[in-house]
């Protein structure tokens, strides 16, 4: 268990004293104040919140599942009973599908995502049986680099295998893992086969370089989306870098995999900080993936660099609009007309980042992205995968599915991996991702 996330703070603070002062209204908390860095003790924090209920409305689990109590609950009333009664943690907590919608709406800077992965991490480690069927379900769901780069060893046979009906069948019996999703496929060359094939970066340029944070989907699953991101890039006269990474750790914050998200942050931070030492920036082309660079590794471990690191990440597209004449370079571009219906990924949504793509592709002659809604695409990365979520995942999707079919495009685009996986077993369109409409209109 990390540092991190123990209960204790070790900062001498008494939890049942601190920050209950009556007079001082919520407002005047600074949560950097509230939540000392040191020791992430949450407990004291749980008094920021002002029950105003805004994250409740904002759960899209909640909306649909009359039994899930909620974001108020999962975070600050959950530390508010363990500070007071030193209560368990909640087994619902189980049922947050770690969309962090909640974390970007409280007026309150209530931090109820990392409320949620502390509450779940201990869940894991303090109430759940290492050998029963679900914490070994979730430990391979959220390891899922471990079972890709297994498959990506023979990937036409797992490909095969994988979706094999009675395998399948016996995976939802066995281990809860849904049989009503295909399984992506795996593809014949990961992104870093293809990378060393072609000798790494082609464009060199001590001015401009960014380091790329591809995860897994992109290496196993998408090296397309990877390739496209390193063109588009060259494109524009980065030096590409392409460090030594794990998993950026998001399915293991979701299943309370603390541990492990540790052991592959480790690796991520020490490659990624030593490119930034390098003149690079780094960037992701999976929005959840910045995100944790960004956001969840700051709020969960104490690791040397890893501000340096969220100060230094950004997603791919964010990053060109930043630095470039994106709009400029597209105007002059030449592209087949197209439309999209698009999606915004949650995790997108809380780095500011749900307008980008229908505003970028606004501005390229012939091409047409409409913004699918706000709603969520409800499968937040492995929650969906669970034979016991499914029918509250498709539930949840079911205005971005509508709203897809009432758009006159038939081709979808996001950022996010699981979420495009979501549009397509939903609707059964072909799903893009924005860096490879760049990509066909710039290179
Ligand atoms: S939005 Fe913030 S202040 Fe309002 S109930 Fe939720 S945690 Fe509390
Ligand atoms: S992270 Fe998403 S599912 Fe979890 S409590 Fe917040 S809004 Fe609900």
Request: with cysteine; charged share 25%.
């Amino acid at each position: 268990m990390s540092d991190a996330y123990q209960p204790d703070d070790g900062t001498g603070t008494d939890p049942a004293t601190a920050n209950t002062d009556p007079d001082v209204s919520a407002d005047e908390y600074d949560p950097v104040e509230v939540f000392p860095t040191e020791g992430m003790d949450l407990r004291p924090g749980a008094d920021s919140c002002y029950k105003c209920s805004t994250c409740d409305t904002e759960c899209p689990v909640a909306e649909v599942n009359d039994e899930f109590p909620g974001p108020k609950f999962q975070g600050p009333e959950q530390w508010r009973l363990k500070r007071n009664e030193d209560t368990d943690i909640d087994d619902s907590v189980m049922k947050c599908s770690n969309c962090m919608r909640c974390d970007n709406v409280c007026p309150s800077s209530v931090p109820l995502s990392q409320m949620h992965n502390t509450a779940r991490g201990l869940y894991v480690e303090e109430r759940m049986d290492t050998l029963s069927v679900e914490y070994v379900r979730n430990r391979i769901l959220s390891n899922y680099r471990t079972s890709a780069w297994l498959a990506s060893k023979l990937p036409r046979t797992a490909n095969v295998a994988m979706n094999f009906g009675p395998a399948r069948w016996l995976m939802e019996r066995t281990f809860g893992i849904t049989a009503e999703r295909e399984f992506p496929a795996f593809a014949t060359q990961t992104f870093r086969e293809w990378w060393t094939e072609r000798g790494g970066a082609r464009v060199p340029n001590h001015e401009k370089r960014v380091a790329y944070f591809h995860g897994c989907y992109s290496n196993y699953n998408t090296p397309e989306v990877g390739k496209a991101l390193v063109r588009v890039f060259e494109h524009f006269g980065y030096q590409v870098l392409v460090p030594e990474q794990g998993c950026s750790g998001t399915p293991m914050f979701a299943n309370g995999m603390l541990s492990d998200a540790k052991r592959h942050a480790e690796t991520n931070v020490e490659g990624l900080v030593e490119a930034i030492g390098d003149g690079a920036d780094v960037i992701a082309s999976c929005t959840s993936c910045s995100m944790a660079l960004r956001q969840e590794y700051p709020e969960l471990f104490d690791l040397h660099g890893i501000e340096e690191l969220a100060a230094h990440t950004y997603e791919a597209l964010e990053y060109l609009r930043i630095h470039e004449d994106l709009e400029g370079a597209l105007r002059e571009s030449e592209v087949d007309p197209q439309s999209f219906a698009y999606h915004a990924p949650c995790h997108a949504r809380n780095q500011g980042l749900a307008t980008q793509a229908v505003e970028l592709f606004d501005s390229i002659d012939g091409v047409t992205a409409t913004d699918v809604g706000d709603s969520c695409s409800g499968i937040s990365g492995t929650y969906g995968w669970k034979a016991e979520n499914y029918d509250v995942s498709m539930a949840i999707g079911e205005e971005m599915f509508e709203h897809m079919a009432d758009d006159e495009a038939e081709v979808g685009m996001t950022e996010c991996p699981t979420c495009a996986m979501q549009m397509n077993h939903g609707t059964g369109y072909e799903i893009r991702h924005p860096l490879q409409v760049l990509e066909a209109a710039l290179c």
